[in-house]
């Protein structure tokens, strides 16, 4: 069955990793959220994307815009992130140019982990799955907790709140997947891959292993990245949709991975997708994508 994850929530439509956000995100009737954690200086697991507060999106509690640049998560505690306002974008701004009929949702603050995951227990959310995506890079580690210290943060909390069924974990960087396999080896992980001029984690023109691949080096397994992703063990490739091959497809069938795509928002492109045969598309539309992929969902549980 094609599973649908919303992508930040429902970033088209609403603030991005808020909880108004996922709630929409359910109430459209997505298998999935997939979302960003962070860690706060009191280790606190978070749900945001940048390693940095965003003063794009980023309001102090008397209004005022953060100033730029923002500062560590990991230099904040959570009392601090909880009296911050990330319902909207700044007027003008990237975000704002990006998504311009996103709702504003004055008042909403950054989740907790915790706060998120409660969301699956709401009247209504069905079985509603969570992929974790967790954010550090190989290229700054002295702007993040490092991989053990994520993955001991986020097992924790998954444990505590019995949601380990209905989790799994996602990220560019691999080092952290080995840390979860490791702590909690029943937690599925997808192996997030991009060969982007905005973000290249496989680097194939390096004369070293890229950094973000946990030591394997793409040129040991013939310049293939599903052969690579198989190699770490997967078992879910996730690479961003436009590098996706019939070709790169088949092979990573034929090693037995899953394949899930981001970030996917236009109808045309999700339905081509869908007819190659994916498991996953996330994407900021969850409500076209609710509608625009109904006939490969026919398996998929009655509208929440």
Known sequence: ??????????????????LPSFERAIALGVDGLEFDIGLTRDGV???HHDRALDPDRTREA?????????????????????????GRARRGGPTARMF?????CDGARIPTLAEVLALGRRPGAGAVRFSIEIKLSPLAPEETAGPEAFAEAVVAVLRAEDMIPRASVRAFDWRVLREFRQLAPELPVACLTAEQSWLDTVLRDREEPSPWMAGLDIRAHGGSVPRMVHRFGGPV????????????????????????????????DMQALARLGVDGIVTDYPDRAVEALAPWRQEAPQAR
Do not use: C
């Not at 008397?62 to 601090?80: E, I, K, N, Q, V």
């Open 100 to 104: 311009p009929h996103q709702e504003p």
């Open 237 to 268: 490739w996730s690479p961003y949709h436009t590098e996706l091959t019939a070709e790169s497809f088949a092979e990573a069938r034929g090693l037995g991975l899953r394949i899930s795509v981001w970030t996917v928002n236009e109808v045309r």
């Open 1 to 18: 069955m094609l599973e649908i994850e919303g992508h930040r929530g429902a970033r088209g439509l609403l603030a991005e990793n808020t």
């Open 62 to 86: 008397g209004g005022a815009w953060l100033a730029s640049p923002g500062p560590l998560l990991r230099d904040l505690d959570m009392a601090t992130l909880s009296g911050l306002d990330v």
């Open 45 to 47: 697991p978070v749900v």
